[in-house]
């Protein structure tokens, strides 16, 4: 079982950076493929960004690569979501995400209970 808390979500304006933090419980969390999605009213969680177990393998959504960049904290098991020039339709709750079967876009198996992001124009 893997528990995530995430953290760091706020409202901020259009060409701001924000950092958002899961906190993974565990001692499994070396072994986990972690990614973020998110969910803005009326649509559908979507993919972020995802970092492998090992942390040397990153992917992104089209949408947010080049602006948007995943690491992993091992020593106090932690992902972060590092979030630059943020635009309106950035705009949604974040979801931290753990995956026990590798990398990829979807297939998580636990998920956070979100964290509000808000950019303003």
């Known amino acids: 079982q893997v528990q995530l808390v995430e953290s760091g979500g706020g409202l901020v304006q259009a060409g701001d950076s924000l950092r958002l933090s899961c906190a993974a419980s565990g001692r499994t969390f070396t072994t986990y493929a972690m990614g973020w999605f998110r969910q803005a009213p009326g649509n559908e969680r979507a993919f972020v960004a995802a970092?492998?177990?090992?942390?040397?393998?990153?992917i992104y959504a089209d949408s947010v690569r080049g602006r948007f960049t995943i690491s992993r904290d091992y020593a106090n098991h932690t992902v972060h979501l590092l979030m630059n020039s943020l635009k309106p339709e950035d705009t949604a709750v974040y979801y931290c995400a753990a995956r026990s079967k590798g990398l990829d876009y979807v297939g998580y198996d636990y998920w956070g209970q979100g964290t509000q992001v808000t950019v303003s124009s």
């Open positions: 970092i492998s177990a090992t942390g040397l393998t990153t």
